[in-house]
T-cell receptor
Framework: ELKVEQNPLFLSMQEGKNYTIYCNYS?????LYWYRQDPGKSLESLFV?????AVKQEGRLMASLDTKARLSTLHITAAVHDLSATYFC???????????FGTGTRLTIIP | GAGVSQTPSNKVTEKGKYVELRCDPI?????LYWYRQSLGQGPEFLIY????????DSGLPNDRFFAVRPEGSVSTLKIQRTERGDSAVYLC????????????FGPGTRLLVL
């Protein structure tokens, strides 16, 4: 059974700082996804990582995937307040259509 | 373009009652998913439709939960004899063809069972 763990669960950081959120998954996964969720809102797709060594960047966020280590990271560069949200990673195995989500990382950026 | 829509946005019901939650996927998306999200947790898979058929219903917690998608577009999640533990946000997602295609989520229905 595929399991996904994220850490940290909570992260409070100052504007302008860099930090990384970690996502480990238990078995081989074909795809790794990152979503953002604002309070009371639904999930917004950020990145899809398709293969080992994949790196994607959008603004101050960069996601990477190491399939050998079963690890994905979401790196935040020079954080700004509007990045405050909960970030989820989710893994999917081809042939098994469901996404398995981590518990989320609640990120708060302090001015 | 229009995203995934869900109605109602909020539903309050009493224990033992029957509820229906509706999902309208993105036009042209053949794959539709239902997830349930409890407070402070990530979404948990309930059921997946490809077209009109339920391809995977392994996440439905028990036989009080049922979902349909009769014409391959709109889907309804039905919960019988609701229990307080059913309180959660029910999220619907759709993707173009299933598989590893990105799933796009709706705003959710917040269900509260008193």
């Amino acid at each position: 059974e595929l399991k996904v763990e994220q850490n940290p669960l909570f992260l409070s950081m100052q504007e302008g700082k860099n930090y990384t959120i970690y996502c480990n998954y238990s078995t081989t996964s074909d795809r790794l996804y990152w979503y953002r969720q604002d309070p009371g809102k639904s999930l917004e797709s950020l990145f899809v990582l398709l293969s080992n060594g994949a790196v994607k960047q959008e603004g101050r966020l960069m996601a990477s995937l190491d399939t050998k280590a079963r690890l994905s990271t979401l790196h935040i560069t020079a954080a700004v307040h509007d990045l405050s949200a909960t970030y989820f990673c989710a893994a999917l195995n081809f042939g098994n259509e469901k996404l398995t989500f981590g518990t989320g990382t609640r990120l708060t950026i302090i001015p | 373009g229009a995203g995934v829509s869900q109605t109602p946005s909020n539903k309050v019901t009493e224990k033992g009652k029957y509820v229906e939650l509706r999902c309208d996927p993105i036009s042209g998306h053949t794959a539709l998913y239902w997830y349930r999200q409890s407070l402070g947790q990530g979404p948990e898979f309930l059921i997946y439709f490809q077209g009109t058929g339920a391809a995977d219903d392994s996440g439905l917690p028990n036989d009080r939960f049922f979902a349909v998608r009769p014409e391959g577009s709109v889907s309804t999640l039905k919960i019988q004899r609701t229990e307080r533990g059913d309180s959660a946000v029910y999220l619907c997602a759709s993707s173009l063809g299933g598989g590893w295609e990105t799933q796009y989520f709706g705003p959710g229905t917040r269900l509260l069972v008193l």
